[in-house]
């Protein structure tokens, strides 16, 4: 189970990769194509579209680097110790039920 994790976790890295490198590429092509000119409704959207454009590759940095691994590693154990839990209710629950 450990392993599908590894190779699923690789390919969601390459899949953000990809995803980096095509917005890289949109920005650098589409920078030059902005008007930059006043603080007309052309320049606001350039700059709004800039700044959304930025976040997206801001996040997809984020996921990369792994940033987040060490809190996803103490969520899936507090998710594994409530399902623990879960079960053992069910299942006291379950021998009650048998006894009546």
Do not use: C
């Amino acid at each position: 189970m450990k392993e599908l994790s590894e190779e699923m976790r690789k390919r969601n890295k390459f899949k953000h990769v990809v995803y980096l490198v095509l917005a890289l590429v949109m920005l650098l092509y589409a920078l030059p194509e902005l008007s930059w000119a006043g603080s007309t409704p052309v320049f606001v959207f350039g700059a709004v579209w800039v700044a959304f454009a930025l976040l997206v590759i801001a996040a997809h940095l984020h996921f990369i680097l792994g940033v987040d691994e060490e809190k996803q590693k103490r969520l899936e154990a507090v998710r594994k110790a409530k399902l623990d839990m879960w079960q053992g209710k069910w299942s006291e629950e379950g021998r009650a039920a048998q006894r009546l």
